[in-house]
Structures are given as C-alpha cells and as structure tokens.
C-alpha cells in the first residue's frame, strides 16, 4: 500500500520532525534550545494533526517502503497509539518549555539536552506507530540509550550510577524481549503482528509459552513493575527534574503499551494464570509503593516511589479484563494518560522547588506555599489526580477499574485500589502539609523563572480536565479496536449517547 | 541437527550470561556478561534460521534473520559504548566501579 | 585523570569488608545456578519443538530480489525491504556517540606514545584498509559486505590513528566531525522523506530503476558515519 503525499503525511511527521530535530541540534550546539523548542512545537502539531486523522478516517496503515508483511514493515496508526501519542506530545511541549527556562545556564548540558530528548521523543514515536515486533526491539533500545543517557546528564555520583544501572536493566529487558521475538520468527516466519496473531494459534505450544515469557518478562523489567522496580527510584530520582519528568511520564508507558498490544493483539486475551500474576504484582506494587512512598525524605524519592505504586494499577487491569470485559483495560489506559500528566507536573513541581531552595528535603519545605504559589497549585492539582479525586482523569481511570472490579466480584483488588487512593492521599498531604509550615532552618529562596512554574501549572491543570474531556477521548480511545473490546458508551460516567 | 546445536548453544550462553550478569558486582563483568547475552540470542535467532526437514535435505540460508542479527550487534556494540563511558565517568566521580545497593539510598 | 597522562598499572588490593559482603553467599549462588539451569531446560524444550522445516522468509526475498535493486538477498533486506529498521539502528549509534559525549571529555589521541612497532603500522596499514573498506562498500551489492562492515574496518583505521598517537586537527573535531557523524542518518533521512514526495512514491519507497544508486548513495555516507562514530566511540568522550 504505496502512500501518496498529497496534503501532509502525518505519520511520516511524528517520526521524521524530531528526528531531524535532533539532528539540526545536535550539528548547532549553540542553537540548540531555539531549534529544540521549534521543533517540539512542530511536533506536537504534527501529532495533533495525526489525532485528528485517525479520528476522521479511523485507523491508518502504512508499509514502508511499499512492502507489505511479512516482507516488509508497517505502521499502524489506531486508537491506542494515537492517544499515546497525543499525551506524549503533550507531556513533550510542556517540558520542552520547561527545560529551555532549566538548562539556560549550563551550557554543556543544554547542548546535549535537546538532542538526547528529541531523539527520545522520536523513540516514543516510533515504537507507538510500530507494527512489527523486531522493529519494536530497535525503537525500545533506541528508547533506553537515550533514558539512560539523560538520567547521567547532571553528572553526579548518583545520577551517574542510577543511569549505568538503568542501562543495563533496559538493555537486559530488551535482550529478553528479543529471545522470544527470535523464537516466534522461526515458529511463524514472520515478525508482524497481525500475521502473528493469525499463526500463533497452531504454533508449538512449549515455543509460543517460552516467547511469550521471554518478552512479558523483559517488558514488566522495563515497566518497572514489582518486583522489577529496584532500578527506577534511583534513576528517577537522581536525573535533572525535565528528564525525570520524561522518565516517569512517558518512558515507562512504552513498555507497558507494548504489554497491551502483545496482550490483545497477538495473544488476542491471554491466559488466566498470566492475569491473575500481573493483577497480584500490580497489587503488591501498589501497596509497597504507597508505603515506601510516604516514608520518603526527599521529595523526588517520594514522586519516585508514587511512580512505582501507580505502574501497579495499571496492571491490576488485566485479572479485570477477562471474559470479555473491556471496561478495565480503558480504565488502566485513561489512568496511564491522566499518570502521564500528573506525574510530569509533580516532577516539574519538585524542579521548581529544588531550584528555589537548593534542597528537596520534605520537611525542610518552610513555608514555600506562600513563597511559590503557582508551584504548590501544580503539586496539588497533580496530587488531586494521584490520589483519583473527581472529576480528573486519575479518578475517571479508577472509576473504571473499579466498576469493573465490583462487576466481577473481584473485592480483593477493589480493596486494594482503594486502599492505595488512601495511602496516595498521606504521601501528597505529606508534602502539601510541610508546604505550609515553616522548616527547621529559613531558606532564602532563590528565583525560579516562570516558564518553568507556568508549565506545571499547566500540565497538571490538563491531568484535572482530562476527566472532563471523557466524552470527546472515548471515541478516540476506541478507534480501530475490535467491536467486541468496546465498551458501552452509556456505562461510562458523564457521557451521553 | 546441526542448527539445533546452534540454537542450543545459544541459549546456554543467554543463561550462563544471566548468572553472571546477576552475581558479579563489578560494572565491567556485568558489561561483559550482557555482552555474551547478546551474543546467545543472536546465536539462537541465526542458527535455527533455515533448519531443513527430517530428511535433511539443505536449504538456503534465510536472509532475514541475518539482517536482525546485524542490527542486533551494532546495537550491543552502541550500548556496550555508552555502558563504559558511563562507567568510567563513575569511576572518575567516586572511585568505585560497582553499583551501591539501592537499598541504601 | 583525564589527561593526557598515561595511568600507571592498577595495583591490587584486597576487597573491603563492605564489598566482600556484597557477594551473593554460595547458597544464593547455587540456588541461582539450579534456577537457570531449570529456565535453560524450559528453553531447549522451546527450542525442539520449533516446526522443520523452518518456516522463513528466503521464499519471499526470493522472489522480489530482482525489483530490489541489489542482488545479495541480505543486502536487500538491510536497505530495501526493512530499511526502516537500518535507518533506525543508524540513529541509535549516533545516540549512543551523543550519549558518549554528553558524559566525559575524550582523553587526547597526542598523548599516547607509540612503541616501535605501532610507530610503522599506520603507514603501512591505513591505506590498505581504507582499500578494504571500499571493496567491501562495493561488494555489498552482490555478495556479503556492506555499509556496516566497511564502515567498522575505517572505525579501526581511527583506532590505530589514535592509538599511534596522532589525532584529528582541532578544526576537524567541531562541526565537521558532527557532521560526518549524523550524514549516515542524514542521507538516509532525507532519501526516505524525499522519495515519498513524489508522485506514485512513499516512505522510504525506492523506485526500482533508482534502487541501486539510492542504495549505494545511502551506503557510501553510512560507512562514512559509522567509522567516524566508532572511532570516536573508542576516544570515549567529547573532543
């Protein structure tokens, strides 16, 4: 299927924009934030064009290069991926914004900043359109060099050692995933997945079970689900907070939307026992995150370990998605989304709050309610969609799931959803709460620039609204899944026929 | 038979890899280790590529598995790159060449 | 440290009491061992039971070889018919040489003094290598050889350059040197947004009566770059 460029190929844009941006960057170190900034612009209108695309004309396929599978590599352009896309982009501006006011004094870092971040941009990009799974294992390697690379960008001890750590589980991640891609080419002969799926029903049961594990595996280590999670809090934590922001927000997210597209794409469903281990990890994730969380002292640890608890609810979707109920897996998607959002902006809170006061003790925070405002409104509006408060899109994706779970009789992990939105609740008040106090010691604040408040802000305010926006998102959320995954418009809060 | 030895071999290697990717703390041994991962998987991608019937009546080589596989080092040799200046730059900062335990954080 | 300086032998010295107690103690070990000695089970079984004969794709090269625009199947499939996958693992060596370069400063090719022998080699080698390499550009198209091949065989030519001691002019190390670096990208790029513009084309769409000059084209500029960044991977930093 030959793509003609008549109007603007906007799947051809999502990739090749940051790419070139990159590059551009790159070649002109001491350009490089103006022509970062340009191209993070062009890029989210380049995928904003895409959204609008796919929901007009429904899914988009691609074969590059004019060959179709098995020869050949496609694209695939459908719900999933474009609303992926979308909170990328998203997320991407806002920090990109953000990071221009972070970096404006440190010129080396700067430098490597915006090619490193465009190119993880273009990584996210590409693995989202992907329909071929050894082209995924390029586009996730492609994604970890560059994580890893900008976790080490302040190039202290920590950092340093958080990113050679991360490296390593990334590339051990990928090894894993490729093993079982190997496997399912010699068992199929092919490596796209639509063709996959077809086959792998009569291929040898031992192989597809042993690829199958090889690449959920090396995936849940890159999703940092528990007990996978050893590597994210020191990386998280220890990065510049625009790359934390990053690391949290949407790197984690690729692996786990290839989680899904492995599960309801090739797998078409998946068995029992795999559900039910991931619903249970998901579960002791969020309680030990939560936990871990609370009992934090440094603010980014804290954002760290919440990244960890809330990785869990996403995968408590798929014990809930069993037996033809579609309402979870939309729940855990929304709540991926509204995570995104939130998440970025905590991180992009805490920079500010680091910058203001060279420090991010939690309880040395003296008073800087009063003294940084807009920063506070970030945290907390972020926090309100953490803990599933209405109407943000945190409390839409667990309204979901715990529909779902209620539906099914599944109170153990209703119990446990609830039970963490408590335990979210006392790690975010314990941060708002020691905002408003003084410390033990008077900081003299220094000036945080206000490109970098205003996007929190920002972001955070669009993790409120992305409840409101539900009517508009479910159809985009659905667009090219199976009539049997959709659910009923009418059982879905707020919406309308 | 012969790709099944192959095959085999590779996926011993992949596990030897593991073991000492898990037990060795210094960063170079890990970075060897992962290295010899590599190295069993693409052995095992290439060596069942084309494994002829019962009969044993040979085959061409499949190409496919050929190009992954020269993706696939490329690939180890860009990580194994980045690994050691990362490396060496910890070294250089703190003077240790093993990771703390996260735990202690 | 970083200087120019050559480091002295390390000397040996007994492991701490904190690092010895880091060591997985022996029963951790063998119940590790016993564990993957069960998962290497588990994979071998995997393994037999794959289907023969194997079911591939050396049909369908096969069978569009001719329109590729090379005639070594592997070639074809590397540029032509999953090009994307090339042009992405492109971009992840260049990722890894900005990674490089974002972390450490390179430790300077002049301060390594060569022995006698190293002193020779370069003059006599350099040249014939570079020979090498472009055979070997060339050959790709109808037998094993290729962008990257050639392009590791000039990564070596920088290796033995730094290792003799001499290194790039200043001049050369700033935007030339980054220059060369992303043209394998660059071209690549650019040939697969350009072909798409026109009229019957799409991404990375080579038409088949160009296939073989966009190929080598491509090809040329990727072992350009991927020497350049394997060299200056081995350097180890930024210049």
Known sequence: ?497 | MQALFWALVGMALVVIGLYALIVHRHLLRKVLALNIMSSGVFLVFIGLARRPAQDGAALAPDPVPQAMVLTGIVVAVAATGLALALIVRLRSESGRSTLDDPADD | MDGGKRTHAPHRREPTRAEAREELPSWGRTLLALALLGLLAGLAWAVLSLPRPAPGLADAVGARLAESGVSHPVTAVLLNFRGYDTLLELVVLLLALIGTWSVRRARRCAGNVPGPVLRQLPGLLAPLMVLIAGYLLWAGAHAPGGAFQAGSLLGGVGILLCLSGHSMPDWAQRWPLRLVALLGVAVFALSGVGVAALPSGGLLDWPPAAAKTLILGIELAAMLSIGVILAALFAGGRP
């Open chain 1, 1 to 497: 299927m030959r793509l003609a460029l008549g109007g603007l190929d906007w799947t051809l844009a999502v990739v090749f924009v940051p790419l070139g941006g990159a590059l551009l960057c790159f070649l002109l170190p001491r350009r490089t934030a103006v022509l970062g900034l340009i191209t993070a612009w062009l890029t989210a209108m380049a995928t904003l064009g895409l959204t609008l695309d796919v929901l007009a004309k429904g899914a988009q396929r691609t074969a590059l290069g004019g060959w179709e599978a098995p020869l050949g590599i496609l694209w695939l352009a459908d719900g999933l991926s474009v609303s992926l896309m979308a909170m990328t982009a998203s997320v991407g501006v806002a920090v990109s914004v953000y990071a221009a006011a972070y970096f404006r004094d440190e010129h080396t870092e700067r430098a490597f900043f915006w090619p490193l971040w465009l190119l993880l941009w273009t990584a996210l990009n590409a693995l989202f359109l992907s329909a071929d799974l050894f082209n995924l294992y390029v586009t996730l390697e492609l994604l970890g060099f560059a994580a890893a690379s900008l976790t080490a960008l302040s190039g202290s001890t920590a950092a340093l050692a958080g990113a050679i750590r991360y490296l390593m589980v990334s590339v051990l991640g990928s090894l894993s995933y490729l093993l079982g891609v190997a496997l399912i080419y010699h068992a199929c002969g092919t490596v796209d997945i639509a063709l996959v799926a077809a086959c792998i029903g009569d291929a040898p049961r031992p192989a597809v079970q042993a690829a199958v594990g090889a690449m959920v595996a090396g995936l849940l280590l890159k999703t940092a689900l528990f007990p996978f999670h050893f590597w994210l809090p020191p990386a998280h934590a220890s990065a510049p907070a625009p790359v934390s922001a990053v690391l949290s927000a949407l790197v984690v997210k690729a692996s786990f939307y290839l989680l899904l597209r492995l599960w309801f794409d090739v797998l078409g469903g998946g068995g029992r026992g795999l559900a039910e281990l991931l619903g249970a990890l998901g579960a002791a994730a969020v309680i030990w995150g939560s936990v871990l969380a609370w009992r934090q002292e440094h603010l980014k640890q804290l954002i760290a370990y919440s990244t960890v608890a809330q990785v869990g609810y996403f995968f408590m979707a798929f014990p809930l998605s069993m037996a033809g109920h579609a309402g979870a897996w939309s729940g855990a998607l929304y709540l991926a989304l509204a995570h995104g959002l939130a998440k970025a902006a905590m991180f992009m809170s805490a920079g500010n709050l680091m910058r203001f006061g060279r420090q991010d003790r939690i309880a040395e925070l003296d008073r800087v309610a009063y003294r940084l405002p807009l920063t506070l409104a970030a945290f907390t509006l972020a926090g309100v969609s953490i803990m599933g408060l209405p109407p943000s899109g945190g409390f839409i994706g667990k309204w979901l799931m715990l529909q779902a779970a209620f539906q099914q009789g599944r109170v153990d992990l209703a119990a446990v959803m609830l039970f963490g939105g408590v335990l979210a609740a006392a790690y975010v008040f314990k941060v708002v709460g020691s905002a408003f106090t003084p410390g033990e010691h008077e900081h003299r604040g220094l000036a945080v620039p206000a490109a970098m408040e205003w996007s929190a802000l920002l972001l955070a305010g669009a993790a409120i609204l992305l409840g409101l926006t539900l009517p508009l998102l479910w159809p985009l959320l659905h667009v090219g899944t199976a009539p049997a995954a959709a659910l009923p418009l009418a059982t879905a809060p707020g919406v309308t026929s």
